[in-house]
């Protein structure tokens, strides 16, 4: 298991990155690696070719997408973008 976000139920809202940061290490959690900093394409197709590619976690397994994270806290926004050949496996 790796976090990539923590939502406080209480306040209704997710976390700044830093909390998290300190919430993970007091738990001994892992946090899910970055990929570094990737500006959005504007095009639909670049985004989802850039969503194909080895696991940063197991170079031997397809990633399953990139989730897309801007800000934090309550500036947060987020999507995923899914990897057609992780989809691929599941079509029949």
Do not use: H, Q
């Not at 007091?26 to 970055?34: F, M, V």
């Not at 999507?79 to 050949?85: E, G, V």
């Amino acid at each position: 298991m790796f976090v990539f976000n923590v939502f406080d139920i209480s306040a209704s809202a997710y976390v700044e990155k830093t909390e998290m940061e300190t919430i993970c290490e007091k738990l001994d959690l892992p946090i899910a690696p970055p990929l570094g900093e990737i500006i959005v394409p504007e095009d639909i197709d670049a985004i989802l070719a850039l969503a194909e590619g080895k696991s940063a976690l197991n170079p031997a397994t397809e990633r399953e997408g990139l989730v897309w994270v801007r800000r934090s806290g309550d500036d947060r926004v987020s999507f995923k973008t899914i990897s057609n050949r992780f989809l691929a496996k599941y079509e029949e």
